[in-house]
Nanobody, 126 residues
C-alpha cells in the first residue's frame, strides 16, 4: 500500500512561485515512478511532470522551463517547483506513484499510475 500526501498549494499572483511537496509512504518498490498531475474544473486530469527513482524526467510542453520535478529519496518526498506561474496553471495538483520503472522516464498519462494523493489546490490570479 502506498500513501501520498500533497502540501504546498495556495494562492499566488501571476509570475509568482510555489513549491509543492508530496510525502510518500509504503514500499519503495511501489514507487519506482512518480509524477505530478493537475485537473482544472471541467477538464480532464493531465500530466505535468514525471520522474523515476534514478531521476529521469518528463515534462509537459506547457511547463517546460517553468516547473521542475525533483525528489529526496531519503525523505521519501517528491517536489514540484513552479515558477513564472500563469492563471492557466490554476488547478488541483495531484501526486501519483506506480511500481513500474520506465527507463526513459514515466509517461505523462494518468493510466500509468496506480496510486494517487488527495490533491492540493493552486490558484494563480492575474
Amino acid at each position: 500500500q502506498v500513501q501520498l500526501v500533497e502540501s504546498g498549494g495556495g494562492s499566488v499572483q501571476a509570475g509568482g512561485s510555489l513549491r509543492l511537496s508530496c510525502s510518500a509512504s509504503g514500499y519503495t518498490t511501489s514507487r519506482r515512478s512518480m509524477g505530478w498531475f493537475r485537473q482544472a474544473p471541467g477538464q480532464k486530469r493531465e500530466g505535468v511532470a514525471t520522474t523515476n527513482r534514478d531521476g529521469t524526467t518528463n515534462y509537459a510542453e506547457f511547463v517546460k522551463g517553468r516547473f521542475t520535478i525533483s525528489q529526496d529519496n531519503a525523505k521519501n518526498t517528491l517536489y514540484l517547483q513552479m515558477n513564472s506561474l500563469k492563471p492557466e496553471d490554476t488547478a488541483m495538483y495531484y501526486c501519483a506513484a506506480d511500481s513500474i520503472f520506465w527507463s526513459r522516464g514515466p509517461p505523462l498519462g494518468v493510466e500509468a499510475f496506480r496510486y494517487w494523493g488527495q490533491g492540493t489546490q493552486v490558484t494563480v490570479s492575474s
